[in-house]
């Protein structure tokens, strides 16, 4: 029989794990699942903890099962216990807790104990827990390595102890450890029972993808969809959102319709059109951003929406007046070159649309977030596509509106 060089089998584990991580956690699962339990295991103990709780989830149940198997028993006890949280949970982040002492075991024999622990897992704290696994302190390093061995460890141990609850979704438990900063947090359920561990790390890997996936999900790219994934998969899931955009700039082209009679009256309003809705939309697109910025990193306090609004629809009108006086220069120019009979009027009119556009826009770019995650989705979702569809409504509808009533 032909005999494989170990290196050679390295090197084609590492390109599994590779090619696993460019892939959505369904992605994943599919590559995965023609594998044997150990090259599963294996993998995924290369993967972050909430992502491999993902995979898990889409592996058929008896590759699943395989995984569980092979992989050492505290950590698939560990993904189990993940498995019972939602997704977006600190919950399903967890690692598995080794180093855990009753408070009478003293500081000589949690040493002692470190000895054989850290050869299989990266250890930072001691964790103290009664017979009922509750979390009842910590213990440094430092407070384990300068106390008399013959000590307690709950005479060593530190009592306030910071704690990160398992049901709490990820953006809520990044609100809370922002200023903390430390390495790994104890995370307990409600009757403040250890159910493992979370690193910092994870957790901000985690929301960085998060905002990474954000400018995709507002033009319609899934957040699970990754370099690589197979285009079909890509096509299945890009195709509805473009399908949507096309409907909804029927819209528009449908406002342009009403109001042909105008546009052939005065053909130079169709020069203004894109002008419009370009800086309209710009306005749109600017309180998007600052919107979905402040409720990614929090800003957004219940109640400060109205006054959020009020900004954003302030900074409009004074944006499209702006804006809108040059491009007003900019028609009466162009009318009284090709002999216009209503230069001034038109003039006023582009002035008068740009000032309302702006302000609807400013106005869009803060609601459609809001509305959206009001209505219980993510609120970047598609949002550039909804705020685009309304800006552009919005700039052409009033100016050809403004000019089929004020120019005659």
């Not at 170990?6 to 590559?31: F, Y």
């Not at 430092?142 to 060593?156: G, I, K, W």
């Not at 709490?168 to 790994?184: C, F, G, I, W």
């Not at 985690?206 to 998969?233: L, N, Y």
Request: aromatic share 8%.
């Amino acid at each position: 029989m032909e005999s494989i060089d170990r290196p050679t089998i390295q090197r084609s584990a590492i390109d599994l794990v590779e090619e696993v991580k460019l892939r959505a956690p369904q992605g994943a699962a599919e590559k995965l699942a023609h594998y044997g339990g150990a090259e599963v295991a294996a993998a995924l103990l290369k993967l972050s903890p909430g992502f491999t709780q993902d995979v898990l989830t889409y592996l058929p149940a008896e590759a699943r099962e395989r995984a569980l198997a092979a992989a050492p028993l505290e950590i698939a006890r560990q993904w189990q216990r993940n498995a019972l949280y939602e997704e977006g949970t600190i919950g399903r982040m967890m690692e598995p807790l080794y180093a855990a002492f009753p408070p009478q075991a003293t500081v000589g024999e949690a040493i002692e104990a470190l000895h054989e622990l850290v050869k299989h897992a990266f250890i930072t704290y001691i964790y103290v827990v009664d017979a009922d696994e509750r979390l009842l302190g910590i213990v440094t390093m430092r407070d384990l390595l300068f106390n008399d061995h013959t000590r307690a460890l709950r005479d060593v141990m530190l009592t306030e102890v910071f704690a990160l609850h398992a049901p709490t979704p990820l953006d809520e438990a990044m609100k809370k450890v922002l200023d903390r900063h430390y390495p790994v947090y104890p995370v307990v359920d409600a009757e403040n029972r250890i159910r493992g561990l979370v690193r910092g790390q994870s957790m901000f890997e985690a929301r960085a993808f998060d905002i990474a996936a954000q400018p995709g999900s507002m033009v319609g790219v899934e957040k699970e969809e990754r370099m690589g994934t197979p285009w079909q998969r890509s096509l299945v899931m890009r195709h509805p959102w473009l399908q949507l955009n096309l409907l909804t700039a029927f819209l528009a082209a449908a406002v342009v319709g009403i109001f042909q009679d105008t546009i052939d009256r005065l053909v130079i309003l169709a020069l203004f059109l894109p002008v419009l809705a370009g800086q309209s939309g710009n306005t749109g697109c600017q309180a998007l951003a600052v919107t979905l910025r402040g409720m990614t990193i929090g800003e957004l306090k219940p109640g400060f929406a109205r006054a959020l609004i009020s900004k954003e629809a302030y900074l409009g009108l004074l944006n499209g007046a702006g804006v809108g006086l040059v491009a007003a220069i900019g028609m009466f120019v162009t009318a009284s070159s090709q002999n216009s009979a209503h230069p001034f009027l038109l003039a006023f009119v582009v002035f008068m649309a740009m000032v309302g556009s702006c302000v609807a826009s400013g106005l869009s770019g803060a609601m459609v977030p809001l509305t959206l995650k009001r209505l219980g989705f993510d609120p970047a979702t598609a949002s550039s596509i909804f705020l685009t569809t309304a800006t552009d409504v919005v700039s052409m509808g009033m100016l050809l509106g403004l000019a089929a009533l004020m120019v005659r």
